[in-house]
């Protein structure tokens, strides 16, 4: 698509988005606090969609986070703290004084420093994070509490590994991991609750650190193997249904029959 078609696509959704604050009571009713829910919302159905290499799908979705955008963009408008130009420009100047390596320092654009790979670009980009007017200081500044349990565990250790603080390799953080369940079963086993809900704790910590080393995202991959569990144990009930029988009412081993059959049938 030329920059053209991009461009008037953009200003069309800007256009809507105006039309839609100005003339939908709904609309006219939200403020940041209020549409942020939906924004998280639409985050994960993009990230969901991104996960199912739904491409139809991503596209939608992306869409829906883009109007997002506008739409909190607007609301800084209106009260004169900024406007989607503005988003966009902080954006794009905050990128290029992040990525040094390709554009250069604010200091001397041809000084480019070497980075060998994408660890190395993560550890620069929470460095200069950190030296950037207004920021939190500290290894864990602005770090939100409010991130789902997964993704904060993960940012944890990312900042960590970015100060320098990164001991174990992916197989040693495999081994790590495991030696923290066999923990939790030691607790389970003193029925020790206080404990055991530490040791469990522990152990989601070691396995989204594996996770991290295997570049893997553990929401993400936790969300795909919730999907997966639940439409295997929909797909048996179904199975279960077609024979005439009633899942509730089976027996433990009838059950973990049919989602053996379930899980078979996946690549059928």
């Known amino acids: 698509m030329a920059r053209d078609d991009i461009t008037a696509a953009l200003g069309a959704l800007d256009d809507l988005t105006r039309r839609l604050r100005e003339e939908c009571p709904w609309d006219r009713e939200q403020d940041e606090r209020s549409i942020v829910p939906h924004t998280l919302e639409e985050a994960y159905e993009l990230a969901d969609a991104a996960n199912r290499g739904d491409d139809g799908k991503l596209l939608d979705e992306l869409g829906d986070v883009l109007f997002q955008v506008h739409f909190l963009s607007l609301l800084l408008e209106e009260r004169g703290a900024g406007d989607l130009a503005a988003v966009a420009e902080h954006c794009r100047t905050k990128l ?69 603080f990164d001991p174990a390799d992916a197989r040693e953080a495999l081994d790590a991991a495991r030696a923290q369940l066999d923990l939790v079963e030691q607790e389970i086993g003193r029925e020790d609750r206080p404990a055991t809900m530490a040791a469990v704790g522990d ?20 969300r795909s193997s919730s999907a997966r569990f639940r439409d295997r144990v929909l797909e048996a009930e179904r199975l279960a249904d077609a024979e005439g029988r009633r899942w509730a009412e089976l027996e433990e081993d009838a059950r973990l029959a049919y989602y053996a059959r379930a899980v078979l049938s996946e690549g059928t």
Do not use: C, M
């Open 96 to 164: 290029i004084g992040r990525h040094p390596h390709i554009f250069g320092t604010a200091d001397d654009p041809q000084d480019r420093p070497e980075v060998r790979d994408a660890a190395d670009v993560l550890r620069n980009w929470d460095r200069i994070k950190q030296d950037e007017p207004g920021r939190e200081r500290g290894i864990f500044g602005e770090v939100p509490d409010n991130l789902p349990s997964l993704l904060y565990a993960r940012k944890v250790q990312r900042r960590a590994a970015s100060s320098g």
């Open 203 to 222: 152990a989601l910590f070691a396995v989204v650190n594996v996770a991290r080393k295997a570049k893997a995202d553990p929401e993400i991959a936790l």
